[in-house]
């Protein structure tokens, strides 16, 4: 039994509940919307940090960007301005020659223009001295520049094949440097070489992004431009270095099926140019096959000689214009 005494605590205690109770019941509603929206005002602040956050990282990586871009421009506008030394120029032709070697070379085939002109024409020494200088100076040279230039071709027929490789190593999970050792050993030349020099740079201690940057030194071509700012961008400032080769290697490939396309449309000009340089050359052999009396007056006669200068200079002209007229830089 519960004592008289304690029965109104008692009450007062179920009292106090229950209004308690009352209260609670009437003011949940409220509290629980403010906290609600105290939840959706943080989550709202946080989402907000969040994005602020987002745009400075993405502010700084453009900024990032664009420096690296400057720089890169920079570099490449001094490496265009400045000409490429002898040595460098038969590097890149893929000669092995010192200066001493190519000069030999100049005064071996000096004398040998040298013997031909005196044997094959009746010329006095001065005059035969005149063609073997322009022979030793000219032919060397044009070897050189010719060798040059198929080697940048088979280069840049070559490299997106390499890049490819690279794109796909790289979506393999294969590190950079195994994707350019890969190169390096089963690529056609001349991007195997270029490659194995990149991996000699990287062994001497360079980072991969400067020994990239010296491939458009050494092969001053868009294509390699292209692949060393790719390089240098995605060490600077991250990103997918597979997804931006695969664009590289898409803007290589047009660039390759554009170049095809200028050279099939300018074809039929370059022969027209090819018979309308030759026919002047074709007639005159014909001519004196025919009647050698005839044109020898151009050679033995003061007029003849002023008329074939003259000649020759328009002729010049021509070759020149119609050269500039097929010839389209990309």
Not at 88 to 108: D, E, F, I, K, P
Not at 203 to 215: D, I, K, R
Not at 271 to 295: E, K, M, Q, R
């Amino acid at each position: 039994m519960v004592a008289p005494e304690v029965v109104p605590v008692v009450i007062a205690l179920l009292a106090t509940f229950c209004a308690g109770g009352i209260v609670i019941a009437l003011f949940y509603s409220h509290i629980e919307r403010r906290s609600e929206s105290r939840k959706r005002f943080l989550a709202i602040a946080a989402a907000g940090t969040q994005a602020e956050t987002v745009r400075q990282s993405s502010s700084w990586r453009k900024k990032s960007i664009e420096s690296t871009l400057r720089e890169i421009d920079d570099k490449q506008r001094a490496q265009k301005t400045s000409k490429p030394t002898l040595l460098r120029r038969m590097r890149q032709a893929g000669l092995n020659w010192s200066t001493r070697t190519y000069h030999a070379v100049c005064t071996g085939a000096g004398f040998a223009c040298l013997a031909i002109t005196l044997a094959s024409s009746g010329l006095t020494i001065l005059p035969a001295l005149g063609f073997g200088i322009a022979g030793g100076l000219l032919l060397p040279h044009i070897y050189v520049s010719a060798r040059r230039r198929r080697r940048f071709a088979a280069f840049a027929s070559e490299f997106p094949n390499a890049v490819d490789v690279i794109v796909r190593g790289v979506k393999a999970g294969l590190p950079l440097a195994d994707c350019l050792r890969i190169i390096s050993i089963e690529a056609q030349e001349p991007v195997r070489s270029e490659f194995r020099l990149i991996l000699e740079d990287q062994t001497m201690g360079l980072p991969v992004e400067q020994a990239v940057q010296h491939l458009p030194q050494r092969v001053p071509l868009p294509e390699a431009s292209f692949f060393a700012i790719v390089i240098a961008l995605q060490s600077r400032t991250g990103g997918s270095l597979s997804e931006a080769l695969g664009n590289l290697s898409k803007v290589l490939r047009e660039r390759k099926k554009m170049k095809a396309k200028i050279k099939a449309v300018s074809s039929e000009a370059k022969t027209s140019a090819g018979i309308i340089g030759a026919l002047p050359f074709v007639v005159a052999g014909a001519i004196y096959l025919t009647a050698p009396d005839y044109i020898s007056l151009m050679f033995s006669t003061l007029i003849g000689n002023i008329v074939l200068g003259i000649s020759a200079f328009w002729m010049m002209t021509g070759i020149f214009v119609m050269r500039k007229m097929i010839n389209f830089d990309f």
